[in-house]
């Protein structure tokens, strides 16, 4: 077996009808990069009888911990899939217009039952892939991140029950319409009335504070349990006015939205609800532009506003395959 290189890492997604089952896969993304493992954690045994030379002689497993970071390009089709599992909310679709659908994600207070995830772990100087399938996946926080000069990214952090042995790698079958969003396809964020453009830097953050249940009777995990969701955008403007200071001081709430509009029409929406400034800081550094940077945290608005929104348009009729 030849050296294995990170070239060729993908993962395959499905969703679980029965929590830690793991199913066929259905859905390929390519990946940017993978912290994907098994920790497995043991503990010398803590009686006090030991060998001769004081060294212990028995240990025990206390618990195994699967799961990881993994990113992953965002792109117009074929996330819908992630989208609901990271917001957790039932997803609806309109259309079609003009043969385009628009998919709208919520939140929700509890996570979908579970995916499965096969991590395709590059290839050998063979060109033999190898995988590993994660089972009982809850995303426990999702980040959409976007530079100037760059492609929109998606990090998702994930708690799993566990995964089975390394085993050969299936056929990864990716959607036809790969489009990615690019930094010069986003517009203005929108807040309290106001279109403000100048944005270097921007981020859109959910985190479910996933908690795993260790009981009696097994080493796994039972199916995590959320906490209170931190809802957060994040994002670097060249400075114009005292508007965010102001927002601050204020306490002003208001829905802060920014859109990425692709080719074709395509579309991805961030809307964070009754958005409040959490803070603001423009230091002054030298001679050059002065920049803030700005968080907004979003809060339960109503039943439909309920902290965030993603709002997909794109060609495909199902908010999952989408």
């Known amino acids: ?86 917001l957790w909310g039932t997803p609806t679709t309109t259309g079609p217009s ?33 995988a590993r399938v994660y089972e009982g996946c809850l995303i426990d926080s999702v980040t959409w991140e976007l530079s100037a000069g760059g492609l929109l990214t998606e990090t998702l952090d994930i708690i799993a029950e566990t995964a089975a042995a390394e085993s050969s790698a299936g056929t990864p079958s990716f959607t036809t319409n790969e489009i990615e969003a690019l930094h010069s396809a986003a517009g203005s964020l929108a807040w309290n009335s106001t279109n403000y453009a100048d944005i270097r830097t921007m981020k859109v953050s959910v985190k479910r504070n996933l908690a795993r249940r260790n009981r009696l009777g097994s080493h796994l995990t039972s199916k995590p349990v959320p906490g209170v969701p931190e ?37 991805v929406a961030f809307a964070v609800h009754k958005a409040y ?7 002054i550094q030298g001679p050059d532009v002065i920049t803030q940077k700005v968080t907004l945290i979003g809060q339960w608005s109503s039943t439909t506003d309920r902290g965030i929104t993603v709002t997909v348009i794109n060609t495909q009729s199902s908010a999952i395959a989408a």
């Not at 208001?254 to 395509?266: D, E, Q």
């Not at 400034?277 to 230091?283: A, K, R």
């Open 231 to 267: 809802i957060m955008m994040e994002f670097e403007i060249d400075t114009t006015n005292a508007d965010w200071l102001t927002g601050l001081t204020a306490d002003t709430e208001s829905a802060a939205t920014i859109t990425i509009t692709g080719s074709g029409s395509r579309s």
């Open 277 to 283: 400034v959490h803070s603001v800081s423009d230091p």
């Open 98 to 130: 003009s043969s385009l659908y628009t998919h709208t994600y919520p939140l929700a207070a509890d996570p979908p039952t579970g995916l499965t995830i096969e991590e395709v772990r590059g290839t050998d100087a063979s060109g033999t892939n190898a």
């Open 1 to 86: 077996m030849g050296i294995r290189r990170g070239i060729g890492l993908a993962f395959g997604l499905a969703e679980e009808s029965t929590w830690g089952t793991a199913v066929s896969r259905d859905t390929w993304i390519r990946g940017n990069s993978s912290g994907l493992q098994v920790d497995v954690v043991k503990k010398r045994r803590p009686d006090l009888y030991l060998s001769t030379t004081g060294a212990p002689i028995k240990h025990y497993t206390e618990k195994q911990d699967a799961g990881g970071t993994i990113e992953v390009l965002f792109g117009f089709e074929g996330h819908g899939k992630i989208i609901k599992h990271a």
